[in-house]
């Protein structure tokens, strides 16, 4: 890997780690813009500077550095599942972005992005609390919910990923 890709590996690490401070407190899983920088990045980056952007983050995160929501770390927090989750994001959008219609990657990412999610809440809170949630109250609460602004998220990402990928062309060719 190449200086250059592992510098915007980094930077696009330090993004995510900004838009996770960002937070609207939801109960347990709050809303942040991590979604919004895990579409963008996967857009915007080839595979493995994307990749390697996110496992950057998550590994910081695992090993302490508070970069994950609320400056939160470590592996037993309620939103861990959903922090597994996004290098399977990143992957299945930029593996996908040219080859599938709009919005198709989204609707793929989306799923796994809430199964590994869910299943972390509920791991986390039936070892670490004894509660049981129901899956079907977990299901509207920690994803129905967000799906509306993740989409949001998404076309913007999208949109803005067209515009720079269309001005990089333009001024390729002009040179």
């Known amino acids: 890997m190449k200086t250059k890709q592992l510098t915007h590996a980094a930077l ?3 993004f995510i780690t900004v838009a996770a401070q960002i937070v609207i407190p939801l109960g347990l899983v709050p809303f942040t813009l991590q979604v919004f920088a895990l579409y963008l990045i996967s857009f915007i980056y080839d595979f493995k500077t994307a990749l390697l952007s996110v496992v ?3 590994v910081m995160g695992f090993i302490g550095l508070p970069v994950f929501n609320n400056f939160q770390s470590g592996f037993f927090t309620p939103t861990i599942g959903f ?3 996004f290098s399977g994001v990143v992957l299945i959008n930029n593996i996908f972005k040219d080859k599938l219609p709009y919005p198709i990657p989204f609707i793929l990412s989306s799923l796994y992005l809430y199964t590994l999610g869910l299943l972390g809440l509920h791991l986390v809170l039936y070892f670490g609390f004894q509660n049981t949630l129901k899956l079907s109250d977990s299901i509207i609460k920690y994803a129905l919910v ?3 602004s993740d989409f949001i998220a998404y076309t913007l990402a ?10 990089l062309k333009v001024q390729t060719h002009t040179l």
């Open 56 to 58: 950057l983050y998550q």
């Open 158 to 167: 999208h949109k803005i990923y067209q515009k720079v990928s269309s001005n």
């Open 12 to 14: 696009a690490a330090g």
């Open 146 to 148: 967000f799906i509306p």
């Open 83 to 85: 922090v597994f989750g």
